[in-house]
């Protein structure tokens, strides 16, 4: 009849919202109220949780609240405030028929539509029985709605754990490639895609979804590997969430990006623990591979010696002879070059193998390093290459074997010379750390492939052309630190050089004296 509006109120859980303001009215004593509410939000309050006290005769078993005169008092339970027990409320207002209809969505959260008329006793329990039946049907299509928006969130959210499964399942990807495809798999599964934009940093290193930015509305879980945090998976809104004044994220995702950092987490600890094992395999092969031919060269050299020193001394004895012919004179002087570069690889081989006593006494390494590059400087300048030194003072003494420890900086320095056939710089310098004496040899090359460098320390493998090289340089070096207690380290990449340097142990206790290389 043109007298009765209508108005309709939705509570969750945690929240009411009475957006029952009066509409227009019809009829000859129609006017505007602007502003004016239909019911108190504590007569919301009290409807949805079945706080409505008295008068009975205004509540129907299905918990809703009708009267034909707002003026007359209802007792009420207002669950915001436990403590405060029943009150009595007075509606009042300018529509002294009211009813308020529940509308049943789930046990956490539901609803209710107010309808108001201007008569006095307008509604009938008739009229609120239909009503009901209508809250009802409403509050069905309500729950089947959020079911079907529940069911699309889930299936996002098990889309992305999908996905991050498959790309740690993969062979053979690496752990920057992973990443990357990780966080690309994090916008789709939020509520707004859109508007989503993810993050995951790890030891520094960052991987961006675009338009990434550090926006105030964010999730964020760790990535905690082996106990330590190493970094953060973030989820962010690049911009204000539609129709959310407050916390626009849902419980699922808060779940969901912690279950996303626990599997990071994972993939990364899985992906260190795997190279670590590759490596520790590679170490375990150069290793018996070492062994194998250190066996191998040991016996050849032993083999070779004596039959070497015979050719090297009758080819001296022809030599000496006074009536030598001078063609043949030149033949036997290469047979001793030959004779005596056949000798330089045994005596390489047996400090490979460690078959030639070390003599250990307390030196200078300075001194020693000044000693070795006195008689290669004049060849550098030749060659155009500029030798830079940088002797720390008053390092302190090391317990080695002088002759040994010039000749792996004499190999560390000839291949430096090798690598810049055009001229360059090569550096010198040593220092003092803690228990060690460190020297570097560092040079402007063309530098090293990751691959080289793994063999560089393998005997007889060299990169050098054929006749340049016997491939024993390094290896010797390898022996002659290892034997001291000392440790090798590279430092190349392909256009930047290479730096080799070489730690020996201070060794303030060690004996004096002759002392086997072990």
């Known amino acids: 009849d043109g007298q009765a509006t209508r108005c309709l109120a939705h509570v969750s859980e945690n929240s009411v919202r009475a957006d029952a303001g009066a509409g227009p009215r019809a009829g000859p004593e129609a006017r505007d109220v602007p502003g004016e509410g239909l019911v108190p939000e504590i007569v919301l309050r009290a409807v949805l949780s079945g706080g409505v006290a008295a008068p009975a005769e205004s509540c129907t078993r299905g918990g809703s609240y009708w009267t034909g005169d707002t003026a007359k008092p209802i007792l009420l339970r207002d669950p915001a405030d436990r403590g405060a027990g029943v009150r009595t409320v007075i509606v ?301 003072e008053d390092l302190p003494l090391v317990m080695a074997d002088p002759s040994q420890i010039q000749q792996a900086l004499v190999n560390l320095v000839v291949n430096a010379i090798q690598a810049m056939p055009a001229g360059g710089a090569l550096k010198v310098d040593t220092r003092s750390e803690a228990d060690r004496v460190v020297f570097a040899v560092e040079d402007t090359g063309p530098g090293m492939t990751p691959d080289v460098q793994r063999k560089l320390f393998t005997p007889f493998f060299t990169t050098k052309d054929v006749g340049q090289g016997t491939g024993l340089g390094l290896a010797v070096v390898h022996g002659i630190v290892t034997a001291h207690g000392g440790t090798v380290d590279v430092r190349s990449g392909v256009g930047t050089g290479s730096t080799f340097e070489i730690a020996i142990p201070i060794g303030r206790s060690a004996p004096a004296g002759p002392v086997e290389a072990r």
């Open 92 to 392: 009042g207002g300018n529509y002294p028929s009211l009813a308020v209809v529940r509308v049943p969505i789930s046990r956490r959260a539901g609803g209710a539509f107010v309808l108001a008329s201007l008569r006095r006793d307008y509604f009938t329990l008739e009229d609120i029985l239909t009503f009901e039946t209508v809250g009802q049907t409403l509050g069905v299509a309500f729950a089947h709605q959020r079911a079907q928006w529940a069911l699309r969130e889930r299936v996002k959210e098990l889309t992305c754990l999908y996905g991050i499964a498959a790309v740690a399942g993969r062979p053979r990807v690496a752990l920057d490639d992973c990443l990357r495809e990780i966080a690309a798999l994090l916008p789709p599964a939020w509520q707004y895609p859109e508007i989503t934009a993810a993050r995951i940093t790890l030891d520094g290193r960052e991987y961006l979804t675009h338009g990434f930015t550090d926006a105030p509305d964010r999730l964020s879980a760790r990535i905690v590997v082996n106990g330590a945090e190493r970094g953060a998976v973030d989820v962010v809104y690049t911009r204000s969430a539609p129709g959310k004044d407050h916390d626009p994220f849902l419980d699922e995702e808060r779940s969901l990006i912690t279950e996303v950092g626990r599997r990071v987490s994972l993939i990364v600890e899985r992906s260190e623990a795997d190279l670590e094992a590759a490596r520790l395999q590679e170490q375990l092969r150069h290793a018996e591979r070492l062994a194998t031919v250190g066996q191998l060269s040991a016996g050849v050299a032993h083999e070779l010696n004596e039959p070497l020193a015979a050719v090297l001394g009758f080819a001296e004895l022809v030599k000496a002879a006074p009536d030598l012919p001078g063609a043949a004179a030149d033949d036997v002087d290469r047979i001793i070059k030959a004779a005596l570069h056949a000798r330089e690889i045994i005596r390489k081989l047996m400090i490979f193998t460690r078959q030639m006593p070390t003599t250990k006494v307390a030196c200078d390494l300075n001194q020693i390093i000044r000693e070795g590059l006195y008689f290669l400087e004049s060849r550098c300048r030749t060659q155009g290459i500029e030798v830079k030194r940088h002797l720390e």
